[in-house]
């Protein structure tokens, strides 16, 4: 760990370094609390090359938080689509209307107020604050736990809540009163620039003489991640009923899982076919809705049957496709609560917010 009297060259190096190499992204053009809002709760769990045409797509689309609490669900999560995790979206939402109606429509800078609205936790918190605000925090998320294990050599994992706050307080000591946006900026790029999970590029770092897991030749042994969880497998049956001019849709309202997403009917479990008497059984606890989408396609077979996979953070789907091709559309139902069937022109499948595995499944017809 730097010394005390290292803790200004630690920074001075680290911002030096940041002036010269940053990257340049949308929302650190003109920097407002919205933007950091936005691209905080778009960048949890997703990628930075990912996000930034969706931001720009969704900045122009709603340029200011009562643009956003104005619009509909649906039109959040249609602007959504490619990021993943729809849950934030609509978390991002509710958030944007409570703003609009008990902060008159600007973000508070309150940390306090902050992690009390939906999808705000401690890190989105901080990087709000600091960023927006130049509050003296620390945002703490993966990358810089990653630093701070290197830098600061923590042999101990990372996953302990004890670990996470020594780190935490050690970074700290090191933030400047001055540019703390700036200091926090400038550890997400090392982290992704440099001080990356595999064969981290000690040669170029800036604070490399701080670090005690470069003195000590191990920084590629850490951080010590404990025991990681694998992603849970899932098998899931896809029934993609279609007409020439449409294909049946729905829209679950419960659930956790992809709740208020547009979606081909799906269920965990397999089905299997039989062709002698023209049935589609499922293989598990089968539901209503299930044995009313088989018995609405009946005596209709599917003409294709095929097996995908899709890999979500926690969880890997081994999905079964069964690609029912219609004459008519039959009637829908309103029995299910929770559930919205709808026959969507093929032509107008854009409109909808469709989620990633959905759409690459309809790439394969």
């Known amino acids: 760990m730097p010394r005390d009297n290292d803790c200004a060259s630690f920074s001075r190096c680290l911002l030096r370094w940041y002036q010269e190499h940053r990257r ?136 302990k809540s004890s670990v996470r706050q020594s780190i935490a307080a050690a970074f700290d000591k090191l933030i400047p009163s001055e540019q703390a946006g700036d200091f926090n900026q400038a550890l997400m790029d090392l982290g992704s620039s440099l001080c990356i999970p595999r064969n981290p590029r000690c040669g170029q770092c800036p604070v490399r003489v701080f670090c005690r897991a470069y003195q000590e030749s191990t920084p590629g042994t850490l951080p010590n991640r404990g025991r990681v969880n694998r ?50 059984a499922a293989e598990g606890a089968a539901n209503d809705e299930q044995q009313w989408l088989q018995n609405a396609a009946f005596p209709i077979l599917p003409h294709q049957i095929w097996t995908t996979d899709y890999m979500f953070t926690h969880r890997h789907w081994t999905i079964h496709v069964f690609h029912y091709e219609m004459e008519q559309p039959f009637r829908v139902t309103n029995r299910f609560p929770q559930r919205h069937y709808r026959w969507q022109p093929q032509d107008q499948l854009s409109a909808l917010a469709l989620p990633t595995v959905f759409k690459k499944i309809l790439q394969q017809r």
């Open 231 to 280: 992603p849970k497998q899932v098998t899931v049956s896809v029934m993609l009923i279609q007409t020439q001019e449409a294909l049946l849709m729905r829209q679950r309202h419960s659930g956790t899982f992809l709740q208020g997403m547009w979606e081909l009917p799906w269920f965990e479990g397999s089905l299997t076919v039989d062709a002698a008497d023209q049935t589609t």
């Open 24 to 159: 340049e992204l949308p929302w650190r053009e003109h920097i407002t609390p919205y933007k950091t809002l936005i691209a905080e709760i778009m960048l949890q769990q997703t990628r930075v090359e990912a996000v930034i045409p969706l931001f720009r797509e969704f900045i122009q689309a709603f340029p200011t938080i009562t643009d956003l609490a104005a619009a509909t669900e649906e039109q959040v999560l249609s602007l959504w689509q490619g990021l993943g995790y729809y849950s934030r979206a609509r978390r991002l939402h509710q958030t944007a209307r409570i703003i609009a109606e008990e902060h008159g429509g600007k973000i508070p800078q309150s940390r306090q107020v902050l992690l009390n609205l939906p999808g705000i936790g401690a890190y989105t918190a901080a990087a709000i604050r600091s960023i927006a605000f130049g509050c003296r925090e620390t945002a703490v998320d993966g990358n810089l736990l990653r630093i701070g294990s290197r830098v600061f050599l923590v042999q101990d994992s990372i996953q």
